[in-house]
């Protein structure tokens, strides 16, 4: 079985859809706390280690196999807890960053929330190392688009989205930095290539339920 930590239970259908479109059979079980993310973003990332690291251990009590933390604010904080988990933990947006630092050395982040920022590019510029690569990360934050999000209005804030990506033409590669900006892929027009991390994350987190 493989755990999702989650902090917005938006995200559950979209893995759902993604597990029943590429990985049939696969046990999904979803773990959602928003307050985790309320709190990461007032008091900062490390004052929700312990919560998280609690999470990680009901998700291990109740049979996960590997854990796979979707949201890219806490994803570090979740990644630092495996040894004491004792199973794989994955953080969703670690696939994407490499194949960012693997399609050219300019990429420009887009987040809907600041706390996202930071952590997406340290992680980008990590896997850029990993690689032996040079990359220049630059950030936007994308205003307006959160607010719509924890609306219900995924489709504006899809929208708002895109509509920033689609700005950009001097970037290899533009990243998504949150699962929930996802929808906002189909949408863009931009020649730019547009990555987004549930399903590369999914994959990796898969792949660890067999070999963890």
Known sequence: MLALLHTSPLHVPVFDALRDADHQGL??????DEELLSRARREGVEAVAEDVRRALRQAVAEGARAVLCTCSTIGGVAEAAAPEAGVPVLRVDRPMAAAAAAMGSRVVVLATVTSTLG???TLIE???RRAGRHVAVRTHLVEGAWERFTAGDTDACAR??????????????????????TPAQRLTTTAVPVLSS???????GAEATRVG
């Open 198 to 204: 549930p399903r590369l994350g999914l994959a990796a």
């Open 160 to 181: 708002l989205v895109a509509s920033t990506a689609d700005e950009i033409t001097d970037a290899d590669t533009i990243v998504l930095a949150q699962a929930s900006m």
């Open 119 to 121: 952590p997406t590019v």
């Open 27 to 32: 046990e999904l079980r979803h773990f959602v």
């Open 126 to 128: 990590e896997e850029a």
